[in-house]
């Protein structure tokens, strides 16, 4: 097959997060994948080192951005979709099951009034099995919940982006029990996209290495078919999700998912500004579980 399309990866290593720039060669024209707005939680000042690198790409090769893409309402890293969008252009989307995500963090921050979880925030709402055009090159979005319920993979030019459904097989799969999150839905979207033809790329937004590596984010269907510690070929859906419940239970919570998930279910804006013109971010108290 004819490879049509080149992706860049763009590594933060401050949250672990993948980025990705993917384009058409046709046309030039690109799509952004899970862009990173830096924070310093001590200061409580974003910054755009990390967005900044993206951008510098895009301009460096003459890049039109057609779509900028979420797979998920991200709980350890801010979206910095917004941001490159006012400087690059490009429709920001997400998958439409956000509207679930928005309701129950709306919710738990108590958000203004005027926020409504419908998805407005975002540009377009894809989904399951929608396609889309990134110059010439068609995309499908592939809708794959456990991890949260808007989990969304993108499909295009032999390869896939998967968001936190999978990571790389020595480290296995992302985490269930956020809010909307189910280990048993999270093994079937697994299995979905193992089932993809074994030669298919599959570039992760999240890696977090064991010592005898440094830091990786792109592999294949086939690989993880024989080698994920926790999705391989011959582990059954019980066994996955008696594993990940347990495991599950002795994880911390993300350490910036309190800022950003009320970014993030505003497709990377930063809440409104009080009267005196600053922007304030909110803190539940004893509103989520300790680990």
């Known amino acids: 097959m004819t490879v049509r399309t080149t992706t860049r990866a763009f590594f933060d290593p401050q949250t672990w997060t993948v980025s990705y720039v993917v384009w058409d060669h ?4 690109a799509a952004v994948i899970d862009p990173v707005l830096d924070y310093d939680f001590k200061s409580g000042h974003t910054g755009t080192k990390s967005a900044d690198q993206v951008r510098a790409y895009l301009q ?5 951005v057609d779509w900028i893409l979420e797979t998920h309402a991200h709980a350890d890293h801010l979206s910095g979709a917004r941001w490159l969008q006012e400087r690059v252009g490009g429709r920001i989307a997400i998958g439409a099951h956000i509207r679930e995500v928005q309701a129950t963090f709306k919710e738990l921050y108590n958000l203004e009034r005027g926020f ?11 989904g399951d099995g929608e396609t889309f055009m990134i110059g010439t090159v068609e ?3 592939l809708w794959v919940p456990g991890h949260t319920p808007a989990d969304m993979a993108y499909r295009l030019d032999g390869a896939v982006f998967v968001g936190d459904t999978l990571f790389m097989p020595d480290v296995g799969s992302a985490r269930a029990d956020f809010p909307g999150g189910d280990a048993r839905t999270l093994y079937r979207s697994m299995r979905r996209l193992l089932a993809l033809p074994p030669e298919t790329t599959m570039y992760v937004c999240h890696d977090y290495p064991p010592a005898s590596r440094g830091p990786a984010w792109q592999t294949t269907v086939a690989s993880q078919r024989a080698h994920n510690i926790h999705a391989r070929d011959g582990i059954g859906e019980d066994e996955f999700v008696a ?8 994880l911390d919570v993300p350490a910036l998912i309190l800022p950003s998930m009320q970014v993030n279910v505003r497709a990377g804006q930063l809440p409104p500004p009080d009267d005196n ?5 909110r803190i539940p108290l004893n509103a989520l579980p300790r680990h």
Not at 26 to 29: E, M
Not at 116 to 126: A, E, N, T
Not at 243 to 250: L, S
Request: a negative charge; aromatic letters at 8%; charged letters at 20%.
């Open 26 to 29: 046709a046309t030039r024209h």
């Open 60 to 64: 460096a090769e003459q890049l039109q």
């Open 116 to 126: 409504l979880p419908d998805g407005s925030q975002f540009d377009h709402l894809f």
């Open 139 to 141: 995309a499908t979005a």
């Open 243 to 250: 594993m990940r419940q347990a495991r599950d239970a002795t």
């Open 277 to 281: 013109g600053v922007a304030y971010l």
